[in-house]
């Protein structure tokens, strides 16, 4: 018996996971990557991937598959609406099963194994939410829920003697306590908080996101940079990013093309990277010198000369803070 577990690379999936491994059944693990998953720590470019870390720790094998594009699609156009921000919680959850159950057959599996548990959250959790989902991603029967699976109707792995209902459990309710006694009865490490790991859930995350769509500039890398540094829209198509300590720093001067323009402080003063994308005239490209001076430290300096590369030159721009109030409307 084979079954596919859904690892977000927080707490519930992981322990859903291992109450269905160590009933003696293979489980292989699924991370559907969606693009709006929470950095951890100071990793630039890619998330260092909790849901692997977690799985090596129970022991079971994790299958990685990027469905950000399809998920951008569900973003602009969510069916069951959003949550309290930008968050589509049911139409992302439906996407992801409609994908694990493609699955099924491919890797020999007979159902499928989520972390949801009744009214945890209040848009995707609640009863007549959970029910929707199971219809909607084609999985009747088939979709067991093993940390709130006493509240349930029993699924066909429970009908059928797969799995042993008597020892799955009935978590109800946004309380981690329950959680937390599993996690020390099962000897995982590294338990990750309660905290969620979207960042469509996260108002400043969302605010930038919405500048994207709204200058029909929303696409995969777009929203990688979203993640870091201090945004800033010059004009309507341009934006310039700037770097908040050393390895923003460098990721933005990583990924500079000959079309971009990058700016950089004087060897002489500490001061951030960044970098400029879209269409700049003259007059865009002195204010973001402008903000580079605003975010270095200039000490008894009044003005420095910022670093321009662009199309494979460099060259300099004697520049001077740029005034808060036209700093603030810039600011995303």
Not at 191 to 220: M, R, V, W, Y
Request: glycine share 6%; with cysteine.
């Amino acid at each position: 018996m084979k079954a596919l577990a859904l690892i977000s690379g927080g707490l519930d999936s992981i322990l859903a996971a291992k109450l269905i491994k160590d009933q003696g059944i293979e489980v292989i693990g699924i991370n559907f990557d969606i693009s709006f998953g929470r950095r951890r720590g100071n990793i630039i470019g890619t998330c260092v991937n909790a849901a692997k870390e977690l799985s090596q720790d129970i022991g079971i094998e994790l299958k990685i598959i990027d469905i950000g594009n399809e998920f951008l699609k569900t973003l602009e156009n969510p069916k069951y609406g959003f949550g309290s921000n930008m968050n589509p919680c049911i139409d992302c959850k439906i996407l992801m099963l409609k994908k694990a159950k493609q699955l099924l057959k491919e890797l020999d599996a007979s159902f499928i194994v989520t972390g949801e548990v009744l009214a945890q959250r209040p848009m995707s959790q609640y009863r007549p939410a959970l029910n929707l989902i199971e219809k909607d991603s084609g999985l009747e029967g088939l979709l067991l829920r093993p940390l709130c699976a006493k509240h349930l109707e029993e699924t066909i792995p429970e009908k059928e003697g797969w799995v042993n209902r008597d020892k799955l459990k009935d978590f109800n309710g946004r309380s981690r306590k329950p959680q937390m006694e599993l996690v020390k009865k099962m000897g995982i490490k590294n338990a990750p908080n309660a905290s969620g790991g979207c960042l469509l859930t996260e108002p400043l995350f969302i605010k930038k996101l919405q500048d994207l769509i709204e200058h029909k500039e929303l696409n995969l890398e777009n929203i990688e940079l979203l993640k870091i540094g201090r945004h800033f829209r010059l004009a309507d198509k341009a934006k310039l990013i700037v770097g908040r300590d050393e390895l923003e720093n460098s990721y933005l001067e990583k990924i500079f093309q000959d079309k971009d323009y990058l700016f950089l402080p004087p060897e002489d003063v500490a001061g951030p990277s960044a970098l400029a994308r879209g269409e700049l005239n003259q007059e865009l490209i002195k204010d973001c010198a402008a903000i580079i001076c605003r975010y270095s430290d200039l000490k008894d300096k009044n003005e420095i000369k910022v670093i321009v590369r662009h199309d494979v030159t460099d060259y300099t721009i004697e520049s001077a803070k740029l005034e808060e109030d036209k700093l603030v409307k810039m600011r995303i």
